[in-house]
């Protein structure tokens, strides 16, 4: 082989490992986004998982509760941070239930997003700053490039300190 041969040769198999790093990166974010804990409901084959944030969105909490206790599923991280959020939004709020089950959604699933975020607005309602910033880092890491749950758990951290 020529040394202008074994140069291309190498070039060549730069290039495909090249390639085969960035499949596999790109494959891993595709994977990481699939797996996001905001399920991409519509897909669901649960539809309280669509049907239980709408009705919290429009303050229907007894409602969105009557729904999750129908569809009980105490292994389900899904199920428990909706449980929690449900809680978190009625007036006036159970603190105690909601922690419970956001805790219980992530003993289920360590870097569910929603969770993760939800539980950091939760820690934020009981002046725990040092907890939602953990709950920040702990979501940093499970959204490889950056997600909604951890835009939206940053934007309420701030919120918090500058009160």
């Not at 009705?55 to 009557?66: N, Q």
Request: charged letters at 30%.
């Amino acid at each position: 082989m020529t040394g202008s041969n074994r140069k291309q040769s190498f070039l060549g198999q730069a290039s495909l490992m090249a390639c085969v790093f960035a499949c596999s990166v790109f494959s891993s974010a595709a994977i990481a986004a699939a797996d996001s804990s905001s399920a991409d409901s519509s897909k669901d084959s649960r539809p309280w998982v669509k049907q239980v944030p709408e009705l919290i969105t429009k303050g229907e909490i007894k409602r969105a509760l009557d729904d999750l206790m129908a569809n009980q599923q105490t292994n389900d991280a899904d199920w428990h941070n909706l449980m929690g959020f449900a809680y978190r939004k009625q007036q006036p709020p159970d603190i105690a239930r909601s922690e419970f089950h956001y805790r219980e959604a992530l003993k289920i699933k360590a870097d569910h997003r929603g969770a993760l975020e939800y539980y950091g607005e939760l820690l934020l309602m009981k002046n725990d700053l040092a907890g939602a910033e953990e709950m920040l880092k702990r979501l940093n890491k499970a959204c490889f490039f950056g997600c909604e749950e951890l835009r939206d758990l940053k934007k309420e951290i701030e919120a918090f300190k500058r009160r």
